[in-house]
């Protein structure tokens, strides 16, 4: 059973910078697509960034790139989102995902395990 867990949201200030960790259990980790989602209350799931297994390539929703980093350690089996320079416009419901699919994975449906979600809340 392949299990997600993240960790790392909370309560910060504009222009903070959050690391959010997502740890998998359950599958070979180096053989994952990792991605990372967020959810706005009443709206439907959006990709922040994501990275394929078997490439290393990743992806950024194009106006979070340079903001926002995705990087992987296969040892800890362990996915981050590094996230600089927050905005209340960040604020949202973060989702961890994987899929044993190769390829750059950019869409929700592509993938078949999820996290819990972490919430992370950005003041002005």
């Known amino acids: 059973q392949v299990q997600l867990v993240e960790s790392g949201g909370g309560l910060v200030q504009a222009g903070d910078s959050l690391r959010l960790s997502c740890t998998v259990s359950?599958?070979?980790?180096?053989?994952?697509?990792m991605g990372w989602f967020r959810q706005f209350q009443g709206k439907e799931r959006e990709v922040v960034a994501t990275?394929?297994?078997?490439?290393?390539?990743?992806y950024y929703k194009p106006s979070l790139k340079g903001r926002f980093t995705i990087h992987r350690n296969n040892a800890a089996a362990t996915v981050y989102l590094e996230m600089d320079s927050l905005e209340p416009e960040d604020t949202a419901d973060y989702y961890c995902?994987?899929?044993?699919?190769?390829?750059?994975?950019?869409?929700?449906?592509?993938?078949?395990?999820w996290g819990q979600g972490t919430q992370v809340t950005v003041s002005s």
């Open positions: 995902s994987a899929s044993p699919r190769a390829g750059l994975l950019t869409q929700p449906g592509q993938y078949e395990y």
């Open positions: 359950g599958h070979t980790f180096s053989r994952l697509a």
């Open positions: 990275m394929a297994w078997n490439n290393g390539r990743e």
